[in-house]
């Protein structure tokens, strides 16, 4: 369980490090959803490839936390991410306190969105 929306990111990288993808899915909300490349979103029922296929890139992954705005039971979670080949991004996510007191992903979005 992730304490805090300020958590989020450090927990992502740790289960991506570990290279578990349950442990990345335990991280999600059953509605949530992946916006994986800032333009295509992926909902529940795909999540499980789309994060498999994220593991699959050279880690280990670094996120530093750059802001989270809390109200009430939602946030938005902004944290900047990098990988040994160059590749990173700055996230834009939505994250939401759930019944067991966790915060998970609501909305994913790793590139943050384009329009």
């Known amino acids: ?56 890139l050279p880690g280990p992954i670094t996120m530093t936390l750059r802001r989270a705005v809390v109200q009430s039971d939602i946030a938005i979670v902004f944290a900047e991410w990098t990988l040994p080949n160059g590749v990173g991004g700055t996230t834009s996510d939505v994250v939401r306190r759930e019944r067991d007191g966790g915060w998970r992903y609501v909305i994913d979005a790793p590139f943050g969105i384009r329009f």
């Open 1 to 56: 369980m992730v304490p805090s929306p300020q958590d989020i990111p450090a927990a992502f990288a740790a289960a991506f490090n570990r290279k578990d993808v349950d442990a990345l899915l335990a991280l999600y909300a059953d509605d949530a959803l992946l916006v994986a490349d800032g333009t295509a979103e992926v909902s529940t029922s795909g999540l499980r490839a789309a994060l498999e296929g994220f593991l699959g």
